[in-house]
């Protein structure tokens, strides 16, 4: 395996960051608000499953008044 300079690295990765394809502002502002409305939405439903299963075991158990 060759070992290459400090410099040749940093060009290499400058030439390789240079290849990405960037979001746009707009892209990246809509990207953020849909994962902060699907966080929001597997809180509701994970609260609601959690309240079903346990009013479930406490009526199994007896806890339940």
Same mark, same amino acid.
């Given at each position: 395996?060759?070992?290459? &300079?400090?410099? %040749? #690295?940093? $060009?290499?990765? $400058? %030439?390789?960051? @240079?290849?990405?394809?960037?979001?746009? $502002?707009?892209?990246?502002?809509? &990207?953020?608000?849909?994962?902060?409305?699907?966080? #929001?939405?597997?809180?509701? #439903? #994970?609260?609601?499953?959690?309240?079903? /299963? @346990?009013?479930?075991?406490?009526?199994?158990?007896? /806890?339940?008044?």
């Amino acid at each position: 395996m060759a070992k290459t &300079s400090p410099g %040749q #690295f940093i $060009r290499e990765v $400058r %030439q390789e960051t @240079s290849k990405v394809t960037w979001p746009t $502002r707009k892209e990246t502002i809509v &990207s953020t608000i849909m994962v902060f409305v699907m966080v #929001f939405l597997a809180a509701i #439903f #994970f609260f609601f499953v959690d309240q079903i /299963l @346990s009013f479930g075991v406490g009526k199994i158990l007896g /806890l339940g008044g």
